[in-house]
């Protein structure tokens, strides 16, 4: 039970030793074969809407530029948007295309079912099948624009599946109207679809506070960094044993720091400079002589959180970008120069501009990425992006913003190789 697209049959000779009188030899009516057409279109948008993208997105680059030129839309919209703009497609070819995507796996399913009859199954075999995978593995609009799919085609089983179609209520074809007003698309949302929403809570909340912790770490830092240039200045004016016994008691301090567990260096080193108090020389004699911060005394949290490293997080991909892509491959966290789509507010249209984007996931022919957009742009406004901290360590010209939510591109779209690649605190803040 195969589908092969109708065409005209060629012209025969028929003599004594040749007599070709099976039905599928003859060439259908063409009415009847827009029928077919006209039934399979109708069918397909029947379907639920989230098997129809996960099939668009699975067509080759250039199939997928047909169909979006032949329903008049742009193909990054034909990609991510409704799949209702295929009330439009009426090419046969193309449409047998989508049609055949879409329901590849309930057709292989009913070909491994009929086993040796799959090539010229009988009316009998075709029914029992269905009847075994109908609201069970699959629900009935699937396997009605399945039947619908062979019945246009040209294989040995589309009249079969033809003649079921017609009489078989099950599958009567949709009243293309009804659908419209009422899309079969609005069921209540799976239990996964809720974990899923549960998770972009929790990701979105972690992100918050790991921006949080950056923020307050480049704060320890700043004031690390101008307690130690105070100390310098201080020290420079005592006796140069002074300074000398000094950088011994750094050292001391050193040691306690970077032997001290993440988290602990602050309440530890506090503890440990009294210890090494005995072995400090007496303060100068001279009253007026100004005396250097004691170790205890100087921040010593932020050179402990600096000597420990920080692991990379690992993409939190959910639904299809789970599935269709890999978050391990080696240019996950690179930035890469590439033509993204978007809404362009003035013209009320879609408009490409070339942006740098930090890609998340890698698959055969696409990249999966975060598109970024400099300061002072509505989309660096939106509470949900990232203000990219160490921009010029990722090789970013400017500060730039993160946005929330990802993108599929061509890997064609992109330059390569990358400019650079995010620093792990950036990248972790980005989940």
Partial sequence: ???????????????????????????????????????????????????????????????????????????????????NVLRRLHDPLLLDTVASAVSSDCIDTIRERLGDEADDPSAEAVLETVDALTDTEYPLPMVRVTL?????GGAEASEVCNDLLDTDE???TPDEAALESAPTLAVAPAPTARVADADKKAARKARKAEEAERKRLQAEKKAA???????????????????????????????????????????????????????????PSTPSAPVAAPPSARPVGVG????????????????????????DDAYVGSIVIAEIWFDNEDSGGMEAKRRPCVIVGVN???????????????????????????????????LTYIEAETRRIDKAQADLPPIGKLTILDWNALW
Wanted: glycine content about 6%; proline content about 7%.
């Fill in 148 to 152: 619908a799919m062979v019945a246009a």
């Fill in 304 to 327: 402990a959180a600096s000597r420990v490293p920080v692991a990379r997080r690992r993409a939190a991909l959910t639904g299809d970008d789970a599935r269709d892509f890999d978050i």
């Fill in 1 to 83: 039970m195969t589908n092969a697209p109708a065409t005209d049959a060629p012209e025969h000779d028929h003599d004594d030793d040749h007599d070709h009188d099976h039905d599928h030899d003859e060439v259908r009516d063409p009415e009847e074969q827009v029928r077919r057409l006209e039934r399979l279109r109708v069918c397909l948008l029947a379907v639920d809407q989230a098997a129809v993208r996960r099939a668009l997105k699975g067509l080759p680059a250039p199939v997928l530029d047909s169909v979006a030129k032949a329903v008049r839309v742009r193909t990054p919209v034909l990609r991510a948007g409704s799949p």
């Fill in 364 to 398: 055969d022919r696409q990249f999966l990425v975060r598109p970024g957009y400099s300061e002072g742009g509505r989309r660096a406004r939106d509470w949900q992006s990232h203000e990219v901290g160490d921009w010029r360590e990722a090789g970013l010209d400017g």
């Fill in 225 to 283: 960094a101008e307690a130690k240039r105070k100390a310098e200045q201080k020290a420079a004016t005592l006796g140069s044993g002074r300074v000398g016994d000094e950088e011994d008691e750094e050292d001391v301090v050193s040691a306690v720091v970077s032997t001290a567990p993440y988290g602990t260096a602050a309440a530890t080193a506090p503890s440990a400079a009294p210890a090494a108090a005995p072995a400090a020389p007496a303060a």
């Fill in 170 to 172: 099950r599958f009567a």
